[in-house]
């Protein structure tokens, strides 16, 4: 079991047809037919959407990503056409609305590891394989890669994991066309994150990235390049050969799996609310990855 602790009632905004109540975002359809993305404040952790938001997170998730679609455009389009909160919305929505063209959507996660942990550390301490991928002996936690790789992955719905799958199942599902377009604008797109994030002291691990069609224009969709997509380590402290300090909610995961907590995340319960102090250094955390890849203060 898992999902929502208490699924949110979407806000009901005049000219506007509620689409999805995603784990983060709000999805409508406006009058011209476009989507508006509405981030939310809302954290999810271990399959389960938690009961306390992180304030501001979800402003900084939508910043950060226009600032990513901004270093990327000359790779691959983005589909934001406007960044205008809808007449009668509320002023809540500010700086976390994103009006965005409706594209025909390719159903995988596009993955991309330049380092190994996480499910691809799981699969290769069993098989020396991510994705069916072959890697060379003796990698650990934290092992930088030889070469970035494109590991996709099913996109699952609220609750459930998505599930890694080999590139020859991709193709199967997309078409060879489309499935070498993906993996190669995915790993382009990779490798200037990687270079920008390790500019400013940043190792960008692996992170996930969703594309559609325009017509016949592959155009990167959804979020980009932030802490809810994407494993950001300080490059200070990496060190392979255990788990790496991150830029993300790992706060939240450590807490809800210590005795502190009293969760147990194997039952059927639904996780309790986060207490202060982790709210607090979690929302520290978007932070900081904000400003040090932006190099721009956060203005709440």
């Known amino acids: 079991m898992s999902g929502f602790v208490e699924k949110p009632e979407p806000v009901q905004v005049p000219g506007l047809t509620h689409l999805h109540t995603g784990k983060v975002r709000d999805l409508y359809e406006n009058a011209d037919g476009n989507l508006v993305m509405v981030a939310s404040d809302r954290m999810s952790a271990y399959d389960w959407v938690l009961p306390t938001a992180i304030p501001d997170k979800g402003r900084i998730l939508t910043q950060l990503s226009l600032w990513w679609f901004d270093q990327l455009a000359d790779l691959v389009p983005h589909h934001v056409v406007s960044t205008e909160v809808p007449e009668g919305a509320p002023a809540d929505w500010a700086g976390r609305t994103l009006v965005c063209k409706q594209l025909r959507m390719i159903p995988v996660e596009a993955v991309a590891r330049g380092y190994l942990t996480g499910s691809g550390l799981a699969e290769y301490n069993e098989h020396r394989t991510v994705c069916g991928l072959a890697l060379p002996e003796g990698l650990v936690d934290g092992s930088e890669l030889p070469a970035p790789i494109f590991t996709p992955a099913t996109k699952a719905e609220v609750g459930e994991h998505d599930e890694n799958v080999s590139y020859e199942e991709v193709a199967r599902r997309v078409g ?10 995915t790993l382009a797109v990779y490798g200037r994150a990687r270079d920008i994030a390790r500019d ?65 995340r194997r039952g059927e319960q639904p996780p309790p609310a986060l207490p202060p102090h982790v709210v607090e250094q979690t929302r520290a955390k978007y932070v900081e990855a904000y400003e040090r890849l932006t190099g721009t203060s956060w203005q709440r």
């Open 176 to 185: 060879a066309e489309t499935a070498a377009l993906l993996r190669r604008t």
């Open 200 to 264: 400013r002291g940043i190792i960008l691990a692996d992170t996930k990235f969703e594309f559609g069609f325009d017509g016949d224009t592959l155009v990167i969709a959804d979020e980009v390049l932030t802490p809810d997509s994407s494993r950001f380590w300080p490059a200070d402290r990496w060190e392979p050969g255990r788990a790496q300090p991150s830029y993300d909610k790992q706060f939240v995961r450590d807490w809800l799996t210590s005795a502190e907590s009293g969760w147990d």
